[in-house]
DNA sequence: CTGTTTCTGCATCGATCGATACATAAATCG
DNA sequence: CGATTTATGTATCGATCGATGCAGAAACAG
């Protein structure tokens, strides 16, 4: 129902000879901004005059760019994805244990929720954070849970991995480990927003760590052995 | 600068002899709706027709009673907290060891955040949740901020005493431990308000006590032994 | 050049935002 | 009773909300 940016014909766009006046504005820089202030103060508090602002354009290119503020908010969060997604997870993807992987994910977290990654990004996670679900906007909403649930798919499916190659024990409870994980990592979100540094998120990683290596033991003696907790 | 509700003097209002015509609603009964709302959709999200259809009075009514839609969600902040604290923190407060006093926490929280106890109260925690320090509003901000400081001190505060009493080793890493612990109840409200059940956090729960007991433990051992990790 | 297409800046749309003015109603005080 | 005080209901305030109309500018095709 909206005129998308360029037409999608030809699908290689550097072909395309650009008829009409050209865009006089970076698409992608001004969805950068776009994306750092929605990031920020969230979908709601963030009005289109913040966004014009930020982004250094007049309301009607920002519309007929973007098409409307749910669907930038929607660019947006894919924008987010394919900027942040790898600093988080591409480490977790390459290592050769659940329990490296974990760890990856974790202190990978501290890093890039503090900002130690980007120079003057928002603190915590913009889909963990996110509360776009909650406040009338369906299709927005299913988007960041969609996103959200994916990231415990993959960690599920991380553990069960490990529970097959022998890593984990099979009666490990792998649900409950990966709603863990991920408990832990949106924690660190939210005590990131807070001011938390990314010494004190890494003390929580390590914690966790320590937690889950001892666990796993205590699952194997328990299964060999002890019916009860260990202390 | 705005009327209070019923002037201060004399203190015990039931002795007031209550001048001018009398207010036709349950205050109490609409801070509650008011509350449910700004619980549910976050600060920003929530207008004041909103509000006054919920609570079933008119804006008048509302400024007249509440001064202002900030004044209000500080109210809301303060009535959330006499309401549904205890339900949390209560068997936190009264558990004689840090490690059941974590338990209760996190259990506590698990049914609490997914509506186990009051009947149709929205999911996650209000104060955890909530977003207002980030949308522009400086004042509000600092008061959940510091709602939330005050759980981990709460957590510190008990896990310091759990060194001094033997519980925990004198090397144990209280903040790290306590970040930890409010991380996870943290991650819980997140996972809540996308749907998560109380048994989903009751399993998170349990993994992150068995972590604890382990950890502990792994740590006494690293104290008197162990240089580095167990398995 | 003319015609077509697309983008930009200015002005502004109707709707809704948070917040009130005002007249009236309902209570107490004297 | 009238005088005073406070709350309610209607109607509305100026500001801002998200979103556009429109004329001119800047590229193309012919």
């Known amino acids: 129902m909206q005129k998308q940016d360029r037409p999608p014909f030809p699908p290689n766009a550097a072909l395309a000879p650009a008829r009409g006046r050209p865009r006089a504005f970076d698409r992608e820089a001004a969805l950068a901004q776009a994306t750092r202030l ?40 894919d924008w987010y994805g394919r ?39 928002p603190l915590g996670c913009m889909v963990t ?24 798919k993959r960690v599920e499916e991380r553990l069960g991995r490990a529970v097959a190659d022998g ?3 099979a009666s490990a409870d792998v649900h409950g480990l990966a709603r863990f994980v991920l408990a832990v990592q949106g924690g660190m979100s939210l005590q990131a927003r807070d001011g938390a540094s990314r010494a004190d998120l890494e003390a929580v990683a390590r914690v966790t760590l320590s937690g889950w290596d001892a666990q796993v033991s205590a699952g194997r003696h328990r299964e060999q052995r002890l019916p009860d907790k260990p202390a």
Request: proline residues 1%.
């Open 38 to 77: 929605f990031w920020r103060k969230g979908y709601a508090a963030t009005s289109i005059a913040d966004l014009t602002e930020a982004m250094g354009i007049g309301s009607p290119s920002l519309y007929a760019a973007f098409g409307s503020k749910e669907t930038l908010y929607a660019e947006a969060l």
């Open 83 to 121: 900027r942040y997604e790898a600093l988080v997870w591409a480490n977790f993807a390459a290592a050769g244990t659940a329990r490296e992987a974990v760890e990856a994910l974790l202190m990978d977290s501290a890093a890039a929720l503090t900002g130690s990654c980007g120079a003057d990004d």
């Open 129 to 152: 954070l996110s509360a776009v679900g909650s406040e009338g906007h369906a299709e927005l909403g299913d988007r960041v849970r969609s996103s959200r649930a994916l990231a415990l």
């Open 167 to 169: 890593e984990l024990a």
